[in-house]
């Protein structure tokens, strides 16, 4: 059985079944693996069997197997390697437990598809032999020249938009001595270089998030630690499998000071982000972090500096120990700035070290739920190697990304319920139910949406403001306890009334909603009250129950009214509004600019 190196990639061999011994270590990252299951022809063979699990790294014996090429392959981390998407490529393989087919022979030795064959173990070179599939029961296995095989490998090539091999181009350079080509016996070096091949990764599309690190640069870490740190971020961007389609990544030092060393559109693959790492030297200084912090809020995440719109927001913070200014109230508007933060502290300040930070706490401060999901306590700089596959796991995750902008987190939502005597008290116990129902649905907190209510009669009364609950259990206690008010129907009044009490202490990052209930026509004029409400960008929805009137709940909803203007003829079909009601609010959001 042929043996090969961990190196050597299937497209280089023409042999479209063999049999090959893997030697061990082939679990390395350099040797590059593409696909998951059925794997490009540019992939390493030997880290294509660890990848799939046939071999582990102690190395061994494998059957691979030409298949066609695909239209994308799924990059995947599986048994210590992790392969990198591709969007197509010209050949295929798969790999499988070494036991042969009844009847076929494999080959002894392999054809190459370069002049000069890398060197086996075995020390063989093999490039007069004819092509020969594997023989098959019943047949004759029939010898094909080896420039037929490449004629048809370079007629297949011409399909793709990637580029062809540079064995099937002749050279017009002076050739020097010692490289052969197919058409007069020599190839200059420069041609038989794999690295113009090397496919280009478009990213895992299913970790589509821009990224941006922030990483100490303080005087305290010194330069081994540093070290230490820009490997753990060159662990994470090759794990990440960086591309347009997937994660982008930047980076920002600060010390002192902020500083961008690059942003998420400098570099797009992960090869490109390593080498950019390596480069990063260290800056000097404190360690602000809640600066920094700052900073990337201001000015990282913006189109300029390739932040797509359409993929969350991460940053996170590294720290050596303990920051010397304030994180929580920056960290605050960050998240309320739709940027999740996730924060890495690595060795920090233990008991008697506790009185020199100028914040305790402060990780859980950073971050938006103290659960341990977003915050990370690594005991040692040399442990932080075992933070990566975490951490990638928790970025990639978005539907998990709960400090992200989405529809049901970044609203403030002021409900401006009818209290009039034709509702009745049993009906306005169902209103209220309708109006939990609601809120049910979305994310409360101080950082995510916030609830408040107003009902009115001819009169006005706030029941409780923005900034009065912060839990979703207290927002539906004190939804419940709402006492019927009973009297006439100004609702004009309700509308101004809601943006002079409820909506001017709403937070500037958030979307103003706002959603009336009412059960029949107001007695005073609603057009000025909602004209002003919909200049001050407050989205308002009216819903409207038995004998309200439909022309008056067209003027109060945003414009277009049909997907804000809602009826019922009963109260108790009052329900089946609520997924109405959220999927436009969901609709209009997810149609609007994310950042």
Not at 340 to 346: A, D, E, G, H, S
Request: glycine share 8%; with cysteine; hydrophobic share 35%.
């Amino acid at each position: 059985v042929p043996q090969i190196d961990c190196d050597v990639k299937a497209g280089k061999i023409i042999n479209p079944e063999f049999i090959v011994k893997c030697p061990a270590g082939c679990r390395d990252p350099k040797y590059h693996v593409y696909g998951t299951g059925i794997y490009a022809s540019y992939s390493s063979i030997c880290g294509a069997a660890v990848h799939s699990g046939v071999l582990d790294n102690s190395g061994g014996k494998i059957l691979v197997q030409k298949v066609a090429g695909q239209s994308s392959y799924k990059g995947s981390y599986s048994n210590g390697v992790q392969s990198v998407s591709l969007p197509r490529w010209r050949e295929s393989f798969i790999v499988s437990e070494s036991k042969p087919k009844k009847g076929v022979t494999y080959p002894t030795a392999l054809i190459y598809s370069s002049s000069k064959t890398p060197a086996t173990k075995a020390g063989k070179y093999e490039t007069s032999k004819a092509y020969q599939r594997p023989s098959v029961p019943g047949t004759t296995a029939q010898p094909m020249a080896l420039m037929q095989v490449l004629a048809t490998l370079e007629a297949e090539a011409t399909h793709t938009a990637l580029p062809k091999p540079s064995l099937l181009v002749a050279s017009t350079r002076p050739l020097p001595m010692g490289h052969r080509s197919w058409e007069t016996g020599f190839v200059p070096k420069e041609e038989l270089s794999t690295q113009a091949l090397e496919p280009v990764s478009q990213g895992d599309p299913n970790c589509k998030v821009d990224l941006s690190f922030l990483i100490d640069g303080s005087s305290s870490i010194g330069k081994r630690r540093f070290r230490i740190q820009k490997q753990f971020l060159a662990d994470v961007a090759q794990a990440l499998d960086i591309g347009p389609s997937g994660p982008l990544m930047g980076v920002v030092q600060y010390g002192d000071n902020p500083a961008t060393q690059f942003n998420l559109k400098t570099h797009t693959n992960s090869r490109d982000l390593k080498a950019a790492i390596e480069k990063i030297t260290l800056r000097g200084g404190l360690s602000n972090a809640g600066r920094a912090i700052s900073f990337v809020t201001k000015n990282f995440f913006s189109k300029a500096n390739g932040n797509r719109g359409s993929a969350p927001n991460v940053a996170v913070v590294m720290l050596d120990g303990w920051p010397t200014d304030r994180v929580e109230e920056t960290s605050r508007l960050t998240r309320e700035s739709g940027i999740n933060v996730f924060f890495i502290t690595i060795e920090a300040a233990v008991e008697n070290e506790k009185q020199y930070a100028v914040e305790p706490n402060f990780a859980n401060k950073a971050v938006c739920k103290t659960n341990g999901y977003y915050s990370f306590n690594v005991q040692s700089w040399f442990g932080l190697r075992k933070m990566v596959q975490p951490l990638v796991k928790r970025i990639c995750d978005t539907d998990r990304l709960a400090c992200s902008k989405t529809c049901l987190n970044s609203a403030d939502i002021g409900f401006v319920i009818d209290g009039s005597s034709s509702v009745g008290t049993g009906n306005f116990r169902t209103v209220l139910q309708f109006v939990a129902n609601l809120s049910k649905e979305f994310e409360i907190s101080d950082t995510d949406t916030r609830i408040g209510a107003v009902q009115y009669t001819y009169e006005q009364r706030l029941e409780f403001g923005f900034d009065k609950y912060h839990t979703k259990a207290d927002v539906l206690n004190a939804i419940k306890s709402v006492g019927y008010w009973s009297g006439g129907t100004s609702t004009g009044a309700a509308i101004h009334y809601a943006l002079e009490q409820l909506f001017k202490k709403s937070k500037p990052s958030k979307r103003k909603l706002m959603i009336l209930i009412t059960d029949g026509r107001s007695y005073d004029d609603v057009r000025l009250p909602a004209m002003a409400a919909h200049q001050k960008g407050v989205i308002t929805y009216a819903i409207g129950v038995a004998w309200a009137a439909q022309d008056e709940l067209d003027v109060i909803a945003t414009h277009p009214a049909r997907d804000h203007s809602f009826f019922v003829d009963e109260f108790d079909n009052l329900h089946t509004s609520v997924p109405k009601v959220i999927r436009n609010i969901c609709t209009e959001f997810n149609a609007q600019p994310r950042n």
